[in-house]
C-alpha cells in the first residue's frame, strides 16, 4: 500500500461528507436515519445483496418485510413459504441459511432478550460471514463493525494501488488490516453505508465516475490512468457446460407435470419441470477432437444413458418418471439424435430452441421436450410419483407462472411460450 498516515486519517472524513451530501438516504433498509436501528432488516438485505444488484433486491425485500416482519415471523414461516418469497433472486443456499439464521437468532431473542450484539456472536449465525457480521453490528445494532465487501474492496484496491490478486487469502488479509485501520472508531455504520455506496454509485466496475470521487485526490488507479485495472483477479476457469431435457408431460387439457425439488441441492423447495439431464461439456475442445482422444484423456462428452451419470444426476422424482415413461411406451433413449446436439463445440452453441442459464460452478442449457399422455399413464405416473413420497401437481403455463419458480423456469416458460405461439 502506497497511502501515508495523512490520506488514511483524512479517508473517513471524506466519504463521510460525500455520503452526506451526494449518497443515498432513501434504501428501505437503512438505519442511520433512525432513533432506534434494528439489525433484522439489515441482516435482511445483506444476505439479499449478496452477488445481487440493489434494483433486483428492493421487490424481494419488500415483499419479505411484508410476509415477514420480525426475524420471529420468518423463522416461524413454513420452507416453502419462505421459497416462494425467494423464487427468482437466485442463489438460494442464502434463503436456506436464512431461514435457519432466523431461527437461530429468534432463540437467542428469546434467551437474551436481544439480538447477538457483537461481530463474534453474528458470525455464529448460519451464512453470516464476517463482512455481513460487520455490517449488521455497525448499522443494526451501531456498535463497531468493519465491513469489507465487494464494493469496498474495489474501492480500496484502486485508492491504494492494492494489485495483488483478490481471490488470494494474502491479499484478502491486506484488504481487512487497510479496511480497519480506515473504519472510525465511532459512526462506523453510517461509514459503512458511506464506502458501500460509494463503490456502488461512483466507483463502479466499469465506468468509474472519478471526477466525482471525494478521494481523487490521492488515488493510485486514477494516478496510473487506469482505474478499471484494480481490483486484480485471476481470469475463472471455464465452467463445465451441461444439457438438459426439461420435460413437458402433458395431458390432452394443457396442464403439465411439475415437480417440487428435494429440499437439499439446488433449487431446493421449488417447483421445477422434470429434468434429465443429457450432456455436460467439460472443455472447449470440439466434439470430434474429443471423441478421438485416446483413453489415458479425460472425454468432454457424458450421455445420461451413462448409468452412474444418471443415479448422480437425478433425484428420485425424475429417476420415476423415466423408469414410469419406458413402461407405458414412451422411452427416453433416442429422444434426441447426435445431429439434433452438433452445435455443442467449441463455439458454446446451444441446441434449437433451448434456454441457456449461468450458475456459480456452470452453464445450463434446458431444451423444452414435450410428450403427450393420456389418462391411463398420467394414472401411472401419478401413482409411481406419490408412492415415492414425491410433491407434484398439473397446472397449465399460465398457472405455473403462480408457484414458486426459479428464473431459469421462467425463462424455459417463456420459450415454451414463444414455441406455441408460432
Not at 39 to 45: F, N, Q
Amino acid at each position: 500500500m502506497t497511502q501515508d498516515h495523512a490520506a488514511c486519517a483524512s479517508f473517513a472524513p471524506r466519504v463521510l461528507a460525500w455520503f452526506a451530501e451526494h449518497g443515498r438516504h432513501d434504501l428501505p433498509w437503512q438505519q442511520h436515519h433512525k432513533l432506534s436501528p434494528d439489525p433484522y432488516p439489515v441482516w435482511l438485505s445483506e444476505v439479499m445483496l449478496q452477488q445481487t444488484q440493489v434494483a433486483t433486491v428492493k421487490p424481494y425485500f419488500a415483499r419479505f418485510m411484508a410476509s415477514f416482519p420480525t426475524v420471529q415471523a420468518l423463522a416461524a414461516a413454513d420452507w416453502a413459504d419462505v421459497a416462494a418469497h425467494w423464487a427468482g433472486l437466485g442463489y438460494y443456499a442464502r434463503a436456506r441459511n436464512l431461514h435457519k439464521g432466523a431461527q437461530q437468532l429468534a432463540a437467542i431473542i428469546e434467551q437474551t432478550g436481544d439480538f447477538p450484539q457483537t461481530v463474534d456472536e453474528w458470525q455464529q449465525i448460519a451464512g453470516v460471514g464476517q463482512s455481513t457480521a460487520g455490517a449488521v453490528v455497525a448499522m443494526g445494532i451501531r456498535g463497531y463493525g468493519v465491513i469489507c465487501d465487494g464494493n469496498v474492496k474495489r474501492v480500496l484496491t484502486r485508492w491504494a494501488g492494492i494489485d495483488g490478486d483478490i481471490t488470494k487469502s494474502a491479499t484478502n488479509r491486506i484488504l481487512w488490516q487497510l479496511a480497519e485501520r480506515l473504519t472510525p472508531s465511532t459512526d462506523s455504520g453510517l461509514y459503512a453505508q458511506a464506502i458501500m455506496d460509494l463503490g456502488a454509485t461512483l466507483c463502479t466496475k466499469a465506468k468509474p465516475a472519478c471526477l466525482l470521487c471525494p478521494i481523487n485526490t490521492d488515488c493510485v488507479a486514477r494516478a496510473e490512468g487506469n482505474p478499471t485495472a484494480y481490483p486484480v483477479k485471476a481470469k475463472a476457469a471455464a465452467r463445465p457446460r451441461q444439457l438438459s431435457l426439461a420435460l413437458l408431460l402433458a395431458d390432452r387439457d394443457g396442464r403439465v407435470l411439475w415437480l417440487t425439488r428435494p429440499d437439499s441441492g439446488i433449487w431446493g423447495g421449488l417447483a421445477c419441470l422434470p429434468l434429465l439431464f443429457y450432456r455436460k461439456l467439460f472443455n472447449q475442445k470440439p466434439l470430434e477432437q474429443t471423441q478421438a482422444a485416446t483413453p489415458n484423456t479425460t472425454q468432454s462428452v457424458q450421455s445420461w444413458q451413462d448409468s452412474a451419470v444418471f443415479a448422480h444426476q437425478y433425484n428420485v422424482a425424475e429417476q420415476t418418471i423415466v423408469d414410469v415413461l419406458a413402461r407405458i411406451g414412451k422411452p427416453l433413449a433416442d429422444i434426441m439424435t447426435d445431429s439434433q446436439i452438433a452445435d455443442l463445440t467449441e463455439q458454446i452453441k446451444a441446441p434449437q430452441g433451448s434456454v441457456s442459464h449461468g450458475l456459480t460452478h456452470m452453464e445450463w442449457w434446458f431444451k423444452p421436450y414435450q410428450i403427450m399422455l393420456d389418462d391411463d399413464q398420467i394414472h401411472a405416473l401419478n401413482h409411481a410419483l406419490g408412492g415415492q413420497g414425491v410433491t407434484f401437481g398439473w397446472h397449465t403455463l399460465a398457472e405455473a407462472q403462480t408457484l414458486a419458480l426459479p428464473k431459469a423456469m421462467h425463462n424455459v416458460l417463456a420459450q415454451v411460450q414463444a414455441d406455441w405461439d408460432n
